[in-house]
Structure formats: C-alpha cells, structure tokens
C-alpha cells in the first residue's frame, strides 16, 4: 500500500502525475519515443515548457504583469548566488531576514557580492519565530526573504511594504496559499517541495528589475539570457519540467491555489490542534508563525520515542523524522498530501497517548 509521505523534499506528489510520468517515460504523446530520449528542442517539449512557464504565471495571478517564468537547473541553492549576481549593484548593499538555515546559506553566499545587511534575525532563538518590526533600507539592492522556513516549521504570514525589489525563497511553499504574488519582484523554488521531482528550479522575476546591476553576469547565471532563451538556454531539466506541468495542471484543475489553500488549512489545522491538544506533544515554533507545510514537534518525554516510532510506522507513515539539525519530528504537508494522511497521524498520536 502506498505510504502515508511526510518527507521534507523530494516529497509526494499527485498520484496521477506519477501515472502520467511513468507513462510518459514508455511513449510520450503517443509518439513512440520516451520522454527521457527526445530533443529539449521538439516541438513536443517546446510545448511543455510553454506551457508550464504560462501556468505558473497563470496560478500566481501574474500574467501580463511584466513577469517571466523560468525553469532553471542547480536548486534553490543556485538561487543564493544568482540572486545577488543579478541583482546586487556594484557597492551596493542588500537586505536579508535571517529565519532559518535556507535563509542562512542564501546570506552566506550574498556576503561575496556586496555590503549583507541581516534586518532580522530569530538565530538566537533557534530560529523558533519570524523576526517582527524590521526595516528595510531605502538603498537596498533588494530585500531577500523565506517565506516558509522547512527545516523550523515557522511562515511568514506578511511580508514588508517596501519600494526596494523584493526577492523571496518560496521552495517549501509555493503554490499552497494565496498571496499577492505581485508584491514580489523575484520568487524562486526547488520543485521538489511543491512541484515536482528534484532537478528543475522554478524562478518568476519582474523583468523590470533586471538589467541594472552593472557587472558582467556569466551567461549561465544571467537571468536575462535565460529570458531571452526562454529558459532554453542550454539543455533544461526535461522530465523534472513535464512532471512539474503534470502538478502545475493537477493544480489547476483543483481549483487553483485557492481551492489547494482550503485544503492545506484544514490539514494544519488537523494536525497541530492535536499537537496542542495531546499532553505527550508539545509543537516547536511559535505559535502565529506556524507553517501550514512544515509542523515541527517533539514528544515531551523522550523515552515515548521508540514506541512512538514504531507505531506511525506500523501505520504506513515515513518522513517524520525532524531535520537531522533540529530532531524531534516534523510533518511536511504539501499539496499532494492527503487529509487522510494527516487523520493517520493523528490517529496514531490518540494512540500512544491510551496505550502508555
Ligand atoms: C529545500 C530548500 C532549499 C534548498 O533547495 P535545493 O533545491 O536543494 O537547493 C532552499 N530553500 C528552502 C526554503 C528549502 O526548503
């Protein structure tokens, strides 16, 4: 039976996009060739990419805004760099809110191109609540945010007004609630939280912004050549983006982001009133910043953990485990999960607490 799959990323996915996947990789579109062996230059994936580039722009309520979709290779990790690369002027400074390790890495590389200004900081908290009340500088570069911390399980549930661009990490939770995407000048996601598998990279950036740094950019990392290009610049990640479009159209067919958001409320919602409720449990991050993808949680009683592990795993679960820098458990919710998964956990909670 398929497991119940909390895994922080790669992650589940719709079922029906692994169906579509699979019989994709035997015979794509008919065509009597697999996906996996066809030119990134056919008409037949030209379309793909098409497509997916307009969807995205299409679910994020950004179309005919001045936006452009790109599908990228190297992570959101690549991410950290290019964003500076591109953005940061020549002695210039930008603004970074510190709320995790993703936002961490993405400072550190950022220090290499210019003046770091950390706004904000949870650090010394271990990161267990987004940092209020910061401000932007009106000479910034750009302001770089995470708008969903994977590794804490804490969400940024506003983001700053502000006439500085603004660039945001969106890895772990794009697509699961709605926003006013048009707030943001740059957003960028690995798909493998919320997307698709591991191997693309997913970057939205307001072309306005670009252009202005005044350095050489290498081509590779120069989001105005991949523009041109139309994120065909060199081989992209083929099947990563055909899967990717198989969610993006799971998506779309859902409802959109509103119709996935409901969802994703209700299996929050599920999950820490029980966290809150059940005395064995006590949730890590703070209240108000909690994330509707990422609930991080510990038993309070470390001795229950071996009992505790071996009953969710009886029950079909796999991925709890917490971020191996953090411990206890984390569930990550995405889209693709399930309300009866999170019941199944739940479930399994109610148990442990009758059976001790
Ligand atoms: C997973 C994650 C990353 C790293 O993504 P890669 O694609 O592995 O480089 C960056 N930021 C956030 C918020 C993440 O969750």
Known sequence: MKKHNYSAGPCILPQEVFEKSAQAILNFNNSD???????????DFVAVMDEARALVLELLGLEGK??????????ASLEFLMVPYNLMKTDGKAAYLDTGTWASNAIKE??????????????????????KGYSIPEDASYFHCTSNNTIFGTQMKSFPTTNVPVVCDMSSDIFSRTLDFSKF????????????????????????????????IPSMLDYEKHIKAESMYNTPPVFPIYASLLTLQWLKNLGGIAAIEKINE??????????????????????EDRSIMNATF????ENHAPIFD???????????????????????????????SVQVLVDVMQSLEKNL
């Open 110 to 131: 950022a220090k290499h191109f210019g003046e770091t200004l950390i706004v904000g900081s949870s650090k010394e908290q271990n990161y267990n609540h987004i940092p």
């Open 266 to 287: 209700a299996k929050a919602n599920l999950l820490y009133t029980e966290i809150d409720r059940n005395p064995l449990f006590k949730g890590t991050a703070a209240v």
């Open 310 to 340: 071996k009953m969710w795993k009886e029950a079909g679960i796999s991925g709890l485990p917490g971020h191996r820098s953090v411990g206890g458990y984390r569930a990550s919710m995405y889209n693709a999960l399930p309300l009866e």
């Open 33 to 43: 060739l697999s996906i996996l062996e066809i030119s990134h230059r056919s008409k």
């Open 66 to 75: 001045g936006y452009q979709a790109l599908f990228l290779a190297g992570g």
């Open 298 to 301: 510990l038993l309070n009683d």
């Open 185 to 216: 000048d740059l957003i960028y996601a690995g798909a493998q939280k919320n997307m698709g598998p591991a191997g693309a990279t997913l970057v939205v950036v307001k072309e306005e912004i670009l252009g202005k740094s005044g350095s050489y």
